[in-house]
């Protein structure tokens, strides 16, 4: 009888021991699965914050670019004028020193 009871005695401390140890076990797994959700949480909050800087430099490169392409439109266009009235003189220059 004594025998018997070593042994369940073994077998209640060796039930405790995995019991404890699965325990340990679930608790390693549980910190492991926080610190990987932080990280990811982490990683994609810089994401979320390179994105934002992305698009407003998007942004400001777009309004410069549409500055430029105005200023351009502009100067064009006054060239042009500048030429027009250049032609326009030029041709009534012409007109008067025609005989009549």
């Given at each position: 009888?004594?025998?018997?009871?070593a042994k369940s005695n073994k077998e209640t401390r060796r039930l405790e021991k995995r019991a404890a140890e699965e325990a340990e076990r679930l608790a390693k797994e549980q910190e492991r699965k926080?610190?990987?959700l932080a990280r990811e949480q982490t990683i994609e909050e810089a994401q979320k914050e390179k994105?934002?800087?992305r698009s407003a430099k998007r942004a400001a490169e777009e309004i410069e670019q549409l500055a430029r392409e105005k200023a351009r439109r502009e100067a064009y266009l006054a060239k042009?004028?500048?030429?027009a009235k250049a032609q326009e003189e030029r041709?009534?220059?012409?007109k008067k020193q025609l005989p009549e």
């Open positions: 009888m004594v025998d018997q009871e926080r610190a990987y994105e934002i800087k042009e004028e500048v030429m041709r009534l220059k012409a």
